[in-house]
Nanobody
Framework: QMQLVESGGGVVQAGGSLRLSCAAS????????MAWFRQAQGKEREIVAA????????YYADSVKGRFTISKVNAENRVYLQMSSLKAEDTAVYYC???????????????????WGQGTQVAVSS
């Protein structure tokens, strides 16, 4: 079992920045990939960024490339999402997720991730 707890969401003006944090506990040693997803109201959950737990490979959705940065501190079992140049369309609930199955590349669909946090709301005002 693994528990994920997100924090750092809030309301920010367009062009601003936020840093989300995900604290992992439990069987973190079984993790291969940590990812951030988001779900806007009325839309499907989509991947934002992902990072290998035992390496530094990363993946970014095209919509956030150059604006968001995913990082981790393994010793603290934490994953971060630094979001800059925020846009109104970035408004969503952001979720941290863990993939505990070894794969080639990064899984980009929600059902590939076994563990999820409760989500943190990000609202960008224009």
């Amino acid at each position: 079992q693994m528990q994920l707890v997100e924090s750092g969401g809030g309301v920010v003006q367009a062009g601003g920045s936020l840093r989300l944090s995900c604290a992992a506990s439990g069987r973190t040693s079984s993790t291969y990939v940590m990812a951030w997803f988001r779900q806007a109201q009325g839309k499907e959950r989509e991947i934002v960024a992902a990072i290998r737990w035992r390496a530094d490979n990363t993946y970014y959705a095209d919509s956030v490339k150059g604006r968001f940065t995913i990082s981790k501190v393994n010793a603290e079992n934490r994953v971060y999402l630094q979001m800059s140049s925020l846009k109104a369309e970035d408004t969503a609930v952001y979720y941290c997720a863990a993939d505990v199955t070894l794969k080639i590349g990064f899984a980009k669909v929600p059902n590939a991730y076994l563990y999820w946090g409760q989500g943190t709301q990000v609202a960008v005002s224009s």
